[in-house]
Nanobody
């Protein structure tokens, strides 16, 4: 199993970024996918999740609702996180994750820095 996250960078407050996570080594379409983030000296927290298959069920942490959108393209084995109206508090390393019982797999993380 491999998860390769990309798309992070430096952006000003109010800007947008689109993160991608390319998956391989497993049947992507049948697993829920999650995005997490971790800021310095904080716990890793879930940002968004998307259900398997067509991704008809999504969930977001309250602080990103209305600003972030998670989506998936099963043909490309990729999950995305569109982030709009970014705030300084969104600064963190962002990770994609998949749980394939009994294991949990993480991508390598991509840094998002939002400057004021």
């Amino acid at each position: 199993v491999q998860l390769q996250a990309s798309g992070g960078g430096l952006v000003q407050t109010g800007g947008s970024l689109r993160l991608s996570c390319a998956a391989s080594g497993f049947t992507f379409s049948i697993y829920r996918m999650d995005w997490y983030r971790q800021a310095p000296e904080t716990e890793r927290e879930m940002v968004a999740s998307i259900s398997s298959g067509s991704g008809g069920t999504t969930n977001y942490r309250d602080s990103v609702k209305g600003r972030f959108t998670i989506s998936r393209d099963n043909a490309k084995n990729t999950v995305y996180l569109q982030m709009n109206a970014l705030k300084t508090e969104d600064t963190a390393v962002y990770y994609c994750k998949v749980s394939i019982s009994p294991y949990i797999y993480w991508g390598q993380g991509t840094q998002v820095t939002v400057s004021s």
